[in-house]
């Protein structure tokens, strides 16, 4: 036997295996776009907004959490992507606990665990406070009052959260963050309570509004998939490292002008 004899086993023994490994790692990938997105089209619930979910920049062009990342993740399935249109957060969650929405954002509550799964933290971002121009309410200190109403938006962890905060001052859902603006020009609420890159964005369409100092908690941004669907979470889990390390997530952060928001918490 030649010495070329073993090198050209050598050879075909290495070519097999990377034969075997792209055609497991293909069929790993096809497993797991049926599993996130069994229709074939990964459908990703929006609201409009916000920048955790889906806003519009000057140019008309759509940013945000979800919308960005669930077109990445489409891409990365090979996939097609439709975006799903709803008037609020809690809507989307219920849509995919009824299996009508395949992805979305949203602050994994230990109330939205019994209904949706989630990955790992995509990010963590600040709870805070919004109040108008000439509003008298200066700090925290100065909400809880008989006669002040607090906005929240209906169906939300604001609307769960904030009446065990406050014993005097009330709580009134809104039932979208564009009614909750008009609601603060007809005197209906007196500030408004979600996350503060939803704040921001109210902030830039009221002129002289503020954000108060400081912040009442943080909500732990996360990818929401249908329950019955956990084996592809090593998938999102991975996708969501991915995003984090490469830079991808500030660039998205960027584009949707996301302000408040800091380092999750990475397992």
């Not at 599993?35 to 409009?48: E, K, N, Q």
């Not at 077109?71 to 799903?84: I, M, N, P, S, T």
């Not at 929405?101 to 971002?125: H, M, Y």
């Not at 996360?222 to 490292?241: C, H, K, S, T, W």
Request: charged fraction near 20%.
């Amino acid at each position: 036997m030649t010495l070329s004899h073993p090198r050209r086993l050598a050879g075909a023994v290495l070519l097999a295996l990377a034969f075997v490994g792209l055609f497991g790692a293909t069929a790993r990938a096809d497993e797991e776009a049926k599993i996130l997105a069994p229709s074939g089209t990964l459908r990703v619930g929006i609201y409009p907004g916000s920048p955790t979910s889906m806003v519009t920049d000057a140019s008309g062009t759509p940013h945000g959490l979800s919308y960005d990342l669930g077109g990445e993740l489409a891409k990365r399935l090979g996939v097609a992507v439709d975006y799903v249109r709803f008037q609020r957060v809690a809507d989307i969650v219920s849509a995919i606990h009824d299996g009508q929405v395949d992805f979305t954002v949203t602050n994994a509550t230990p109330a939205r665990a019994k209904e949706v799964s989630f990955s790992q933290p995509v990010l963590a971002i600040e709870l805070g406070y919004l109040v108008p121009a000439n509003s008298p309410i200066g700090k925290v200190e100065d909400i809880d009052r008989p006669g002040v109403k607090i906005g929240v938006t209906k169906g939300s962890t604001s609307e769960r959260t904030l009446p065990a905060k406050f014993s005097n001052a009330t709580i009134v859902p809104a039932e979208s963050v564009k009614v909750a603006i008009a609601m603060f020009g007809r005197g209906e609420i007196d500030l408004y309570a979600t996350n503060k890159p939803t704040l921001f964005e109210m902030s830039d369409q009221m002129p002289g509004a503020r954000i108060l100092n400081g912040n009442w908690g943080l909500e732990h941004m996360a990818i929401a998939i249908p329950r019955g669907r956990e084996d592809a979470l090593p998938l999102l889990n991975r996708f969501v490292a991915e995003e984090q390390s490469s830079g991808a997530l500030d660039t998205i952060q960027q584009q949707a002008g996301l302000r408040g928001a800091s380092t999750a918490r990475r397992e």
